[in-house]
Every structure is written in C-alpha cells, then in structure tokens.
C-alpha cells in the first residue's frame, strides 16, 4: 500500500525558510521510473507544481520559483524535503506531495502523479 | 511564460457528455506533453483520473476518457453523474510540469 505524508510547521513567518518533509512507504525512492514531487494550492486557488527528485537524483523546480526552491531525499529514510526560501504571505497554501511517476520512451512516454499525500496547511503570517 | 489553460467553469446535465479541454498559450497540446487529469474535490487531495493522454488509472469508471482534439487535450465525461461535480485540472510535462487553471464542472 502506498502512501505519502507531508509534515512540516504549520505556521511561519515572513521571510523565513520553510522545510516541508514527505515520508514515503509502500515503495523505494530508488525504484526506477518513480520519484516524489511538491504540489501546493492557496486557499480556493489552483493547484501549483513546484518540484520533482527521481530515483537517480534527477530534480527540476518551476520557473517561476526555482530560486527559492531545493528538493533532496534521504532513500535510506524514505523522505523527500522541500526547502522554500524568503516565505511571503502569498505562498501560504496546503502542500501536497506525491508519487510521480516518469517513463520516457522513443514513442510513447509517462509523467503523472499516481499517489497524493493527504496535504498539510502552511501559514505564512507574522 | 507558457501557461496552460482550461475553461475556468463548465456545466451538464445528469447523464449528459462533457468534454474539458486544456491547452497551451502558445503552441499545440501534443502526447508529448503526457497529458494528466485530476479530478478534485472540496478538502480533499486531488485524485487521479487519466494519463499518457487517453489511460485511466486504476478504479476510474470508463465514463472518463482523454483524448487529444486539435491543439488541446481533452478529458471527456459520459453520462455524467452527480458527484462528478468537481474541479478537474490538467497537467503537461515539458521538462517540469504544469497545472492548467482547473475547471469547476457543474452537474445540474
């Protein structure tokens, strides 16, 4: 059975660094072709991918926030962790992550997110 | 700056057909992208419906469907039911991924 878990403050204050954590279990994070991504939606908005770490170390951030983004895992914990720099007010959101699982063939390829966490709530207010 | 864009809201009747679809600001929706639909519902995690464009993934009844329809990806519900109301939103891979804006279907 798999499952993910996001844990991380639910509460932190402008400019701050937030480090979100997501505990994996029913699968390796060194299995091939599966790798965990960070999602996050505000408060009646659209989801928002921010980033993914595959089993060889492959990594890649949104553009628009990669600056302030760093993903790494620790395998041997199962657990993936997202750090965001210099939070605002408007990055207050429920964060998810999730399997994603990736396969890119000559003709025919994969990339979708096939198991979610159930989410976590950060606030981002002084 | 690429976005992806989907209807921002839609409506069908019980039992009726209706087709979302999700596009690029520029440029074509392809099976390159590796089209995904989630389909999401108030306080709850997304939950996943198609991928790779036209597969469902395990437990979603054939009533949801996707498809490529010109320069968009589809995702094509029959004889929608009632707790099919939801947001649903797509998803592109090209190198990272992307989220349309989702799209509140109604069922009424």
């Known amino acids: 059975q798999v499952t993910l878990k996001e844990s991380g403050p639910v509460l932190v204050k402008p400019t701050e660094t937030l480090t979100l954590t997501c505990t994996v279990s029913g699968f390796s994070l060194s299995n091939a072709r599966m790798g965990v991504s960070w999602i996050r939606q505000p408060p009646g908005k659209a989801l928002e991918w921010l980033a993914h770490i595959f089993s060889n170390d492959e990594k890649s951030y949104s553009t628009s926030l990669k600056s302030r983004l760093t993903i790494s895992k620790d395998t041997s914990k199962s657990q993936v962790v997202l750090t965001m720099t210099n939070m605002d007010p408007v990055d207050t959101a429920t964060y998810y992550c999730a399997r994603t699982t990736m396969y890119r063939g000559y003709s025919y390829g994969i990339y979708y997110f096939d198991y979610w966490g159930q989410g976590t709530l950060v606030t981002v207010s002084s | 700056q690429t976005v992806v864009t989907q209807e921002p809201s839609f409506s069908v009747s019980p039992g009726g057909t209706v087709t979302l679809t999700c596009g690029l600001s520029?440029?074509?929706?392809?099976?390159?992208?590796?089209p995904s639909w989630y389909q999401q519902t108030p306080g709850q995690a997304p939950r996943t419906l198609i991928y790779s464009t036209n597969t469902r993934s395990s437990g979603v009844p054939d009533r949801f469907s996707g498809s490529i329809l010109g320069n968009k990806a589809a995702l094509t519900i029959t004889g929608a039911q009632a707790d099919d109301e939801s947001d649903y939103y797509c998803v592109l891979y090209m190198g990272s991924a992307l989220f349309g804006g989702g799209t509140k279907l109604t069922v009424l």
């Open positions: 520029s440029g074509s929706v392809s099976t390159s992208y590796y």
